[in-house]
């Protein structure tokens, strides 16, 4: 009953990957797309392509904390007691992002666009990185079983977290690049379709370059992860590697849809390979899932509400990607960026 | 430097976890109304827009769900800071109860679902969808909402009167009854009692914006729809409202004696307990100050037995399981508060409806408007303190007479730091959100169109707008 649930938590962490994380990317290339006036157009696509959809996308994250601590509540008291940092520094960050990004769109005036523009931009470098962080302090065995603190500095600060932080950043980044060129090419775009494969390309082979380096950083420094990788979920990791690779090569041949669909592989396939790789662990290797599990009927609660989220909630997000794609939503909400630009 | 720091400001977490969810709690708290009621009173407006072809109405509505779309993203991510904080701030009772605790917020991850999914579809379809389905759209936000409060609120009234799980003798949790964790006792009224008061601070906060227009002058006829439409609803909900509160005041008589005995300053269990107006319990538990009313608490605590109807005092618990006199003082001054201006707004409907019953049109009087104009942050006054005292009513214990507040706090010493923090930062966020919602209201007022072209215009009617404008 404890695997179901925890498979539940990692499909519910993928889908924050895929669609929070490409949210997160999408800051990521806004923070570096240069001063108000050179930067305007690719702000423009992060606007639209993030506008409408990331909230619901956010709502995952939400559905992992409490499937977390409804689920497995002693492993997740001894996460927040010993990632306090980086779990505070990432909700600080949830905050200023949604607020200035939301702020954003309503301001005309430049300087006050750039202030918030900058606000969202940073924290949506700053909220994966401590995500990712979070992950390899996990992953590495750095935090303590039953509900007990680590130590809160080094639990985080350490190759594997460092190694999560920089991929997750850079995962993000690169996902939101690729979905970025089918969404500038949907609003006809064709100057950014070019500006945002040329990024994608590029991230693609810097998240590439840097998996790579992890299988050595994970080797010297969480032996568990990395033995699971090497076996049990290495069937994941080599689809991972060749969706990758895939998704590149069809990146540089310009075709976008097909590219998107293999990044997403890609990632989803990594991500959840962590999770077979540490399993039966929630905390390698101290507290199994089985150990940390809440009571039957408290899981089979979990369980019921995911069938109900399959049912109903999944329908949902269909219609509104449905309709984002489509192009039957955003256009109307968002009419000044345009203002406060071209006074700059 | 992880050790030098750790040491140099080791500093005991307990007040400032404590400070911090209070003080995001309350922020948030602001917000809800917002995300709750807001969403049906835009739709009341659409739909009369749509039944009557009001083009006021439909202006009202599609500017309306613009601000929502802002106050909703500040709603969703200080949601997110109290979802994260009780973990960082309570980790020892999420470790000890989370998994009965949980079971109402992962049922709540439905419907924030549900709510952002479709106020996105809203919020962004007024141009290119069809205006009914664009309407019904908005219906799963109403539902979202309604829920959403249900199970939030489940989770606080647990913590009030916890049930529906079985512990062993080391105080583990061998077995749940999720139904008996959703609908423990406390639920039922506290969640009517909220779901009312969302509906009522949204009502009159929106209405109060438009009274306060009136004031100045701008009385056309789109004020006062934005006016009437949402004062109607809170003015409808205040008569309901006094009579939840009352029921749920006497369930928490009979079930919570403690807190009652807080809300009504009680030292020593007895009969014909004055109803005291204002007033504190000194340091040594007797109270001081304020205007006693004879017997009234008694007898509203049981009108069949009236003045001899008996509330047990504060003393028949130890003081270490009972609200320090403080805090007690606190609770019954927010429940005063509460009372006082849930009075008022009462009083405030009832002229309203008055007018309407015996003169068909608004009350006339300017005094009308000022009251209806402050209306919005009374009712915030109101809730913020029905929130208080709730919460402070139950101290010192986080789930009632099983764990207490300071054994379900983190050991971090950096939660003072993480305060201040907290408080900066929502202080800026609070502050640009007033500012953003009177820039839009601003722009809106001098004129400028709210989009290119109006709503509801046939697909490929507006073209997406050209970016290359911009360089």
């Known amino acids: 009953m404890s695997d179901v649930v925890a498979v539940i938590l990692m499909t519910g962490v993928t889908a924050y990957a895929l669609f929070g994380g490409a949210d997160f990317g999408a800051g990521f290339w806004d923070l570096t797309a240069g001063g108000a006036r050179r930067g305007a157009a690719p702000r423009q696509v992060v606007s639209h392509a993030i506008g409408p959809v990331w909230e619901a996308n956010h709502v995952w994250l939400i559905f992992c904390l409490v499937v977390l601590w409804t689920g497995f509540p002693e492993a997740f008291a001894s996460i927040t007691l010993t990632l306090f940092v980086p779990l505070t520094l990432a909700a600080f960050g949830i905050v200023l992002r949604g607020a200035s990004f939301a702020f954003r769109k309503e301001v005309t005036r430049t300087s006050s666009q750039r202030n918030f523009g900058a606000a969202f931009a940073a924290s949506s470098v700053l909220v994966p990185y401590c995500m990712g962080a979070v992950a390899g302090a996990i992953a590495s065995g750095r935090v303590p079983p039953n509900g007990t603190a680590g130590d809160a500095w080094s639990s985080w600060v350490n190759p594997t977290s460092v190694l999560g932080g920089v991929l997750a950043v850079t995962v993000c980044a690169y996902l939101a690049a690729v979905y970025m060129v089918w969404d500038a090419r949907r609003l006809g775009e064709q100057e950014m379709v070019e500006y945002f494969r040329r990024r994608a390309v590029a991230t693609a082979i810097v998240t590439g370059i840097i998996a790579f380096a992890g299988i050595f950083v994970l080797h010297g420094d969480a032996r568990y992860v990395f033995d699971g990788l090497m076996s049990r979920a290495l069937p994941l990791v080599i689809i991972s590697g060749i969706c990758g690779i895939a998704s590149l090569v069809l990146l540089l041949r310009q075709d976008n849809r097909g590219a998107r669909l293999l990044a997403m592989g890609a990632v989803a396939t990594v991500v959840f390979g962590w999770g077979v790789a540490q399993y039966p662990y929630i905390l390698p290797t101290s507290m199994k899932l089985s150990a940390a599990a809440a009571p039957d009927a408290t899981l089979w609660s979990i369980v019921v509400v995911f069938v109900i989220a399959a049912v109903v909630i999944l329908p949902s997000l269909g219609l509104l990607y449905y309709l984002d794609q489509r192009d039957l939503l955003g256009v109307a909400a968002e009419p000044d960026t345009r203002a406060g630009t071209t006074s700059s | ?471």
């Not at chain 2, 004055?274 to 001081?288: D, H, I, K, R, W």
């Not at chain 2, 046939?458 to 404008?469: D, I, L, N, T």
């Open chain 2, 1 to 471: 430097m992880g050790n030098v720091l750790t040491s140099v400001l080791a500093v005991n977490p307990v007040p400032w976890a404590r400070s911090q969810m209070a003080f995001t709690l309350a922020f948030h708290i602001v917000l809800v109304p917002l995300g709750v009621a807001w969403g049906f009173i835009t739709l009341v407006a659409n739909y009369r827009a749509l039944k009557h072809d009001d083009a006021d109405a439909l202006l009202l509505a599609q500017r309306w769900s613009k601000y929502m779309a802002v106050t909703f993203a500040v709603g969703a991510v200080t949601g997110t800071v109290l979802t994260f904080e009780f973990g960082l701030l309570w980790p020892r009772f999420m470790g000890r109860f989370g998994d009965a605790f949980g079971i109402p917020f992962a049922i709540e991850g439905l419907f924030f679902f549900l709510e952002a999914i479709f106020l996105a579809v809203y919020i962004y379809g007024w141009k290119r969808l069809k205006p009914w389905p664009h309407f019904w759209a908005g219906v799963p936000i109403v539902i979202a909402g309604i829920g959403g409060t249900a199970s939030v609120v489940a989770a606080n009234a647990w913590m009030n009167e916890p049930s529906g799980f079985t512990m062993n003798a080391a105080g583990k949790i061998v077995d749940v009854d999720p139904w008996g964790v959703i609908f423990n006792k406390a639920m039922p009224l506290q969640t009517i009692h909220m779901l009312i008061a969302a509906y009522l601070v949204g009502g009159f906060l929106v209405a109060s914006v438009y009274a306060a227009a009136m004031l100045r002058g701008r009385r056309d006829r789109y004020h006062r729809i934005g006016f009437l439409i949402p004062f109607t609803v809170a003015a409808v909900a205040m008569p309901f409202q006094m009579l939840v509160g009352d029921e749920l005041a006497r369930w928490v008589y009979n079930n919570e004696p403690v807190k009652f005995a807080a809300i009504e300053m009680v030292p020593k269990t007895s009969s014909d307990v004055p109803e005291t107006l204002f007033g504190y319990l000194n340091s040594s538990g007797q109270v001081e100050g304020g205007i006693p009313i004879p017997g009234l608490a008694s007898w509203l605590s049981d009108p069949a037995d009236g003045t001899s109807t008996v509330i047990q005092g504060l003393d028949t618990v130890p003081a270490s399981q009972r609200p320090t006199n403080a805090e007690v003082s606190v609770v019954h001054l927010a429940w005063d508060v509460m009372i006082g201006m849930a009075t008022l707004l009462f009083l405030l409907s009832l002229w309203y409806f008055a007018a309407w019953v015996f003169k068909r049109r608004l009350p006339k009087s300017r005094m009308f408007l000022v009251v209806a104009a402050a209306a919005g942050v009374l009712s915030v006054v109101a809730l913020e303190a029905g929130w208080v005292v709730t919460e402070v009513g139950r101290q010192p214990w986080i789930v009632r007479n099983l764990m207490k507040v300071e054994q379900a706090a983190t050991g971090n010493t950096e939660v003072w730091i993480t305060f201040v923090a907290v408080l900066l930062i929502y202080a800026v966020v609070g502050v640009t959100l007033v500012l953003v919602l009177r820039l839009m209201s601003r722009r809106w007022r001098e004129g400028e169109l709210d989009d290119r072209g109006g709503p509801y215009e046939p697909r490929g009617g507006v073209p997406p707008r050209e970016p290359a404008g911009i360089s």
